[in-house]
Structures are given as structure tokens and as C-alpha cells.
């Protein structure tokens, strides 16, 4: 008990951030599923896709000796913006060819195109890093600021990095909400998430409308990718697979097309994967370890899901029309 005690508070703080970066993703197919009701399942790639953007643009500005020149924040705030920018078109790209000439189908006809969208993107990005640098496991170079640590107390150390995922989130939450609810084009996705044919009708472009939507939330998955990339050093065209799950499920559990539901499935989701990873173990004497904080998860979402179908927000989606 006095360990399970002495720990809590730093278990809490890795929940917390693991939280946040699942949100961050989640925002992405909350923002899609809100306006077409339609699950982006390559998202996971395009938050890939954001994560190798950031590494390659360190790796070349390692090799060229400016890694060491140019200021830590201006590197940090270049490869963020690359990412979002980068992310958000191949988002745009997809929607355009592998969405767009589906409206209208059967949803299963544009869920099975998401899925073959996402293979050839991760396969595109296998193809693109071997004949480029002759592997696709690539490790992101130190930013050592990043590795500095802050105590919060006895038994709390927090790095600057988990800091930057934990505020990043935020700021992008606060910034999202304030488009999405006090911008123009806020206005026309909420249009359109209501009733595109209406909304087109009163001269909202539902096409353009639809890809902003896209470029937001693939925004939102390079970042996160980066922020991935940053914290776990390690990327590869595979790293985005069980993140975008659990991203997945986080939107899900907190209510798939709401934004706040998005960030607080996130967080819910992460607690419980921390919780259960460090006290698994000492609650059932060594019988289970960390390794089972994916099953321990899913059967709470389950369990929640079975009682709340909507998520712990409520889902929102668009109006029934006659």
C-alpha cells in the first residue's frame, strides 16, 4: 500500500500526458466523423506521416551543422508548423481522391477506401524511407532542452517534453474551439455538419467546407505526430497504428463528433492505461503485468460504452431530415 501510494502522484502525471496525445489524435477523427459521420481510419497514417516530417527535417538540419545554430524554439516551432502544414494537404489529397468520389455511397464503400488508404500511405512512407535513407526506423536527434526535467515534488519529475505535449494540447483544444465556434468557416462546417444539403442550398461550399474539415484534423494528427516523435524518439510507418486505435476509442468514449468529448476520452483513456500499468502488477501480486493495460482499458471503455452508447459527452450528429 505505502508503494502503491508512493507512486500514485507520478502515475498520474504519465496518465495525463499519455491522455493529451491520444486527444490530440482523436481530434482529427472527431472533426471528420462530425461533418460527414464518416470514420477516417488512415488518419493513424497521416499522424505518421506528421511524425516524419519532423525527424527528416531535424535529420537534415543535423547534417548540415544547424541543429547546433539555429535557437531550440524556433527548430521545435518550424517542425511543428512543417508537420501540420504537410499533414493537413495529405489529408486534403485523400479526401479529394479517395473520399470525395464516394458521397453518396453506402458507408462501408468509403470505410473500405479509408482502409486502403491507409495501407498505401503506410506502405508509401516504407517505400519512400528505405530508398531515401535504406531503413524506415528512424530516431529523432535530442532537442536537450526538451530533456530537461521539472520536479513537482518528493516523488514527481515531469519533462519539458511531457510539459509540451500537455500545453500543446491545450492551446490547440482552446484554438479549435474558438474556430470552430466564433470564425466564419466554423460556422459553415457546423452548417454542413448539420445538413449539407441545406447548407448548399444557402451558398455554403459543402465541398470546400469538407476539405478545410480534413486539413484541420490532419493538422491536428501531424502535430501530434510530432509531439509523438519528440517524446518517443523511435518512428516508424507502423508507429501510428495502435495510437490511432486507442485515439480512436478515446473519440468514441467520449462522444465521436464532439470536440471536448475528444479530449476528455483522451484523457480517461490514458489514466486508465497508467493506472493499470503500474498497479496491475501489485494488485494482483505479479500474476498480471503492464503488458495487460490494453485489455484493462478496452473492458472499462466496454463497460462504459454498454451503459452510455453515445460516450460521456453524447455523440453529435446531424438531425434526421424527412
Avoid: C
Wanted: glycine share 10%.
Amino acid at each position: 500500500m505505502d508503494l502503491a501510494l508512493e507512486i500514485l502522484p507520478q502515475v498520474l502525471v504519465d496518465g495525463l500526458v499519455l491522455g493529451f496525445m491520444y486527444a490530440l489524435i482523436a481530434l482529427g477523427y472527431t472533426m471528420v466523423y462530425g461533418v460527414l459521420e464518416f470514420i477516417n481510419f488512415a488518419h493513424s497514417e497521416i499522424f505518421v506521416l506528421g511524425a516524419f516530417v519532423g525527424v527528416e527535417i531535424l535529420l537534415m538540419l543535423q547534417s548540415g551543422g544547424l541543429l547546433a545554430v539555429i535557437h531550440p524554439a524556433a527548430v521545435l516551432l518550424l517542425i511543428i508548423l512543417a508537420a501540420m502544414v504537410v499533414s493537413g494537404l495529405a489529408a486534403m489529397a485523400l479526401e479529394r481522391v479517395a473520399y470525395r468520389p464516394l458521397h453518396g455511397s453506402p458507408r462501408l464503400v468509403a470505410l473500405i477506401s479509408a482502409i486502403g488508404a491507409s495501407f498505401f500511405l503506410q506502405d508509401g512512407l516504407r517505400l519512400f524511407e528505405s530508398l531515401w535513407r535504406n531503413t524506415f526506423y528512424l530516431n529523432y536527434p535530442p532537442l536537450d532542452f526538451l530533456d530537461r526535467t521539472v520536479p513537482l515534488g518528493a516523488n514527481v519529475v515531469v519533462p519539458v517534453k511531457s510539459i509540451l505535449v500537455v500545453v500543446t494540447a491545450l492551446v490547440m483544444l482552446w484554438g479549435l474551439n474558438l474556430f470552430v465556434n466564433h470564425t466564419r468557416m466554423g460556422a459553415a462546417i457546423r452548417a454542413v455538419a448539420q445538413d449539407p444539403d441545406t447548407a448548399s442550398l444557402m451558398g455554403v461550399p459543402v465541398n470546400r467546407v469538407i476539405a478545410t474539415t480534413f486539413f484541420v484534423g490532419g493538422a491536428m494528427g501531424g502535430l501530434a505526430g510530432v509531439l509523438f516523435g519528440l517524446h518517443y524518439s523511435l518512428v516508424n510507418p507502423y508507429s501510428g497504428f495502435f495510437p490511432g486505435l486507442k485515439a480512436f476509442t478515446a473519440a468514441v468514449l467520449g462522444g465521436i463528433g464532439n470536440i471536448p468529448g475528444a479530449m476528455l476520452g483522451g484523457m480517461v483513456l490514458g489514466m486508465l492505461e497508467a493506472l493499470a500499468a503500474s498497479y496491475l502488477s501489485l494488485a494482483t501480486d505479479g500474476a498480471f503485468g503492464a503488458e495487460y493495460k490494453d485489455v484493462f482499458a478496452f473492458a472499462v471503455l466496454i463497460l462504459i460504452l454498454i451503459f452510455r452508447p453515445k460516450g460521456l459527452l453524447g455523440e453529435k450528429v446531424r438531425e434526421d431530415r424527412a
